[in-house]
């Protein structure tokens, strides 16, 4: 099991580096592996909506973006963590997001999301929510916490500082890590009837669950009006 985490920051081991360590640890104790790379520090422009990646599968700027897309592709879940800019995410970590959610074409249904804002003091609810925007347009559940995803410091380092912070982010981690080895286990043990066409799924591990959520959603498209019964 794989964690892939994205650090908006340009600051290396900064604050927002230092709740995502704090997540790191609980990971480490769950035996989840973990990979983050660090973009807010790369020059990343935005999509030029060419559609280059509808044809090709992948981004027309062959950068970071399509260096992270196998990682994601491989990850159980993704945590995004970014510094707070006038109650916004990092642009370059927006730029990044942008492309590599809309270029990469395979399916993101129940990889667990959570994003980590960090500021000085406000804006954090704010780029919260416009992070997670990428995980719920994408069928990924979305890991909470005790509290918003939030830790707070200004100069490099101040975030040690901010006990409750780092707390939310070891209760995130583990809550994110509950969610991921659910989601495993219904996968590997799930069994999925549909009385009227007579089919029956049983699948196991990952992949097998992928394949139940593929058929159940192409299964819904076509019968949108329709009540159906299950057994």
């Not at 927002?16 to 592996?33: P, R």
């Not at 006038?86 to 642009?91: E, I, P």
């Not at 799930?190 to 058929?215: E, H, Q, V, W, Y």
Request: aromatic share 10%; glycine share 8%; with cysteine.
């Amino acid at each position: 099991m794989k964690v892939l985490m994205i650090n908006g920051s340009p600051r290396v081991d900064g604050n927002t580096g230092i709740a995502l360590k704090e997540m790191e640890q609980v990971f480490s104790q769950e035996g989840i592996e973990v990979e983050t790379v660090q973009v807010g520090n790369q020059a990343v422009r935005g999509c030029m909506a060419c559609g280059y990646c509808g044809k090709n599968g992948k981004c027309v700027f062959d950068d970071v973006v399509n260096e992270l897309a196998p990682k994601f592709e491989e990850a159980d879940g993704l945590v995004v963590a970014s510094p707070v800019y006038y109650a916004s995410a990092n642009a370059t970590l927006i730029a990044v997001l942008d492309r590599l959610f809309y270029s990469t074409h395979f399916d993101k249904t129940m990889k667990v999301g959570a994003s980590v804002a960090c500021a000085r003091r406000g804006g954090c609810s704010a780029t919260f929510d416009e992070l997670n925007k990428y995980f719920t347009i994408s069928n990924m559940p979305v890991a909470p916490s005790q509290y918003w995803n939030s830790i707070h410091g200004r100069e490099k380092g101040e975030a040690v500082w901010d006990e409750e912070g780092k707390q939310t982010m070891r209760v995130l981690a583990r809550n994110m890590s509950f969610l991921m080895k659910s989601i495993a286990l219904a996968g590997s043990n799930l069994a999925f009837r549909k009385r009227k066409n007579g089919f029956l799924l049983i699948l196991s591990g990952k992949a097998g669950f992928l394949i139940i959520s593929n058929s159940y959603s192409q299964f819904l498209k076509q019968k949108q009006n329709r009540s159906m019964k299950y057994e």
